[in-house]
């Protein structure tokens, strides 16, 4: 069993920055997918960021993209989200996910509990 374990989430002002962590233990694999899904009040999840087991090519919502970077540290075996000019829509409860593709298709998936992203005017 894998389990994540994100961090890092808080409190910051509006234009402020913040970086994430996700933490990856047990069986694990460097190949692995790992990403970045948001969930604000009152919405739907939403995919945020994601980065592939070498460490590219990354991928972003339009919605993030020139603010937000995705990087990995495999032999860490953890997943960042640095989070820069931070905006009152980016509030939301930030969760790390792992997935394993096999034969073409997705073969197992892992989330984090989440950790809180508060950002103040």
């Known amino acids: 069993q894998v389990r994540l374990v994100e961090s890092g989430g808080g409190l910051v002002q509006a234009g402020g920055s913040l970086r994430l962590s996700c933490l990856a233990s047990g069986r694990t694999s460097s190949s692995d997918l790992m990403g970045w899904f948001r969930q604000a009040p009152g919405k739907e999840r939403e995919f945020v960021a994601a980065v592939s087991g070498s460490g590219s090519p990354t991928y972003y919502a339009d919605s993030v993209k020139g603010r937000f970077t995705i990087s990995r540290d495999n032999a860490k075996n953890t997943l960042y989200l640095q989070m820069n000019s931070l905006r009152s829509d980016d509030a939301a409860v930030y969760y790390c996910?792992?997935?394993?593709?096999?034969?073409?298709?997705?073969?197992?998936?892992?989330w984090g509990q989440g950790t809180q992203v508060t950002v103040s005017s």
């Open positions: 996910t792992k997935v394993g593709y096999g034969a073409g298709r997705k073969e197992y998936e892992y």
